[in-house]
């Protein structure tokens, strides 16, 4: 089974156009609180919700989903928490260390987002390149299992991911 390339998941991609909108993004931070970590620091913890948005500078970073490695991401403007920041709720995927790292802490992001249509256009390419990346892994999924007798299971879990609408936010 063919896993989607963990650099390509919380980066972007590597054409002139993916470079200039990196640039744009880690030039809007240059104003914000940087902080350093070093390697087994955890930065964002799974189930957890911080508010803030974080930007990847420089270094390497894992990302687990329930203790799982699903990632890696060492690319200059790499975003997490933007998912608990859209969605409005705890963060999905735990974020640790493996190289000394240093972020940009955006504390309102929100209205960062909102006031930068870089900073959002560079989030959106992020998230679409993450889904870009599951959906292939998905259909290589369901080609390895085509002809198996739980072939329905997989149609459905893929048919509801595909279709699911947003929850309304609770209150």
Same mark, same amino acid.
């Given at each position: +089974?063919?896993? @989607?390339?963990?650099? $390509?998941?919380? /980066? $972007? ?10 640039s744009? +993004?880690?030039?809007? *931070? !240059?104003?914000?609180? %940087?902080?350093?970590?070093a390697p087994?620091? %955890? %930065? ?6 911080s508010?803030? =948005? =974080?930007?990847? *500078?420089k270094?390497?970073?894992?990302? =687990? ?9 060492? !690319?200059?403007?790499?975003?997490? &928490? ?10 999905? !995927?735990?974020v ?5 790292? /240093?972020?940009? *802490? ?11 249509? #870089?900073?959002?256009l560079?989030?959106?390419? =992020?998230?679409?390149?993450r889904l #870009?990346a599951l959906n292939?892994?998905?259909? #290589? %999924?369901?080609?390895?299992?085509? &002809?198996?007798?739980? +072939?329905? +299971? ?11 609408? @947003?929850? @309304?936010? /609770?209150?």
């Amino acid at each position: +089974m063919a896993f @989607p390339p963990a650099f $390509c998941i919380y /980066s $972007c991609g590597s054409s002139a156009n993916d470079g200039l909108v990196v640039s744009a +993004m880690l030039q809007l *931070i !240059a104003g914000h609180k %940087v902080q350093d970590f070093a390697p087994g620091d %955890v %930065v964002m913890e799974q189930e957890s919700a911080s508010g803030s =948005l =974080l930007v990847l *500078i420089k270094g390497e970073v894992e990302i =687990l989903r329930d203790n799982v490695r699903v990632a890696r991401a060492s !690319a200059p403007g790499a975003v997490f &928490g933007e998912m608990s920041v859209l969605l409005g709720g705890a963060h999905s !995927a735990t974020v640790r260390v493996l190289k000394p790292s /240093s972020f940009a *802490i955006i504390e309102n992001p929100r209205q960062f987002l909102e006031s930068s249509a #870089d900073a959002s256009l560079h989030v959106a390419k =992020l998230l679409a390149s993450r889904l #870009d990346a599951l959906n292939k892994y998905l259909v #290589d %999924v369901k080609e390895q299992y085509e &002809g198996h007798d739980h +072939m329905g +299971m997989v149609d459905e879990v893929l048919e509801t991911l595909m279709h699911r609408q @947003p929850r @309304p936010p /609770s209150h």
